[in-house]
């Protein structure tokens, strides 16, 4: 059935380094990979989509990239800071129209000071 | 302006019990989506209405559970006969339409005791 993986579970850094978050899914229809931050007893926040017809997205310190012929998909953080500290969770549609998401297990992310 | 709102944000209930729960969605929001999310997991899709119609309950695990939304705003998700493994945290989002990102809402914690 459908699927997406989601490496690593854990990530911990410095404050100012880098962030790379990776996922892979399996439904070659998959045509939207949105990003959502959680942090605890919230629900999630988007905080970057892309879209199948694109390559790579930027948003300040944060960028996605994609790759539909390997069915990857990546999160990249910049500078980090430990506000960033959270779960990450990446996500692909499924059954077209960008409907059902289904989602990654998730990315604990710890910068520390 | 105001976000997707989920009443109650607890639930404690007694096995065997009827459950239900409300989402609020971003005004003028006509898609609105529910999720389960277990400890350590990512999202899980159950059910997604376009308007007032349920456009794809495929994710609803079993007859006990049940969603409306009567009026094309206000949803509520229904849980018969309550199980000790329906303890979940239940999100709710909402899309302008299905194109666009969903946002979510904190989310009702359900416990069965």
């Known amino acids: 059935g459908e699927n997406v993986e989601q490496h690593p579970s854990t990530l911990s850094v410095q404050e100012g380094d880098s962030a790379v978050i990776k996922c892979t899914y399996s439904?070659?229809?998959?045509?939207?990979f949105p990003w959502y931050k959680q942090e605890l007893g919230k629900g999630p926040q988007l905080i970057i989509d892309?879209?199948?017809?694109?390559g790579e997205k930027k948003d300040q310190r944060i960028a996605v990239t994609l790759n539909k012929t390997a069915k990857h998909f990546s999160l990249h953080i910049t500078e980090t800071q430990p506000e960033d500290s959270a779960v990450y969770f990446c996500?692909?549609?499924?059954?077209?129209?960008?409907?059902?998401?289904?989602f990654g297990k998730g990315t604990t992310l710890s910068v520390s000071s | 302006g105001a976000g997707v709102s989920q009443t109650p944000s607890n639930k404690v209930t007694e096995k065997g019990k009827y459950v239900e729960l409300r989402c609020d969605p971003i005004?003028?929001?006509?898609?609105l989506y529910w999720y389960r999310q277990s400890l350590g997991q990512g999202p899980e899709f159950l059910i997604y209405?376009?308007?007032?119609?349920?456009?794809?309950d495929s994710g609803l695990p079993n007859d006990r559970f049940f969603a409306v939304r009567p009026e094309g705003s206000v949803s509520t998700l229904k849980i018969q006969r309550t199980e000790r493994g329906d303890s979940a945290v239940y999100l709710c989002?909402?899309?302008?339409?299905?194109?666009?990102?969903?946002?979510f809402g904190d989310g009702t914690r359900l416990s069965i005791l």
């Open positions: 209405f376009q308007g007032t119609g349920a456009a794809d």
């Open positions: 005004s003028g929001h006509t898609a």
């Open positions: 989002a909402s899309s302008s339409d299905t194109l666009q990102p969903q946002h």
């Open positions: 439904d070659s229809a998959s045509n939207y």
């Open positions: 892309i879209r199948s017809n694109v």
């Open positions: 996500a692909a549609s499924i059954r077209g129209g960008g409907t059902a998401l289904i």
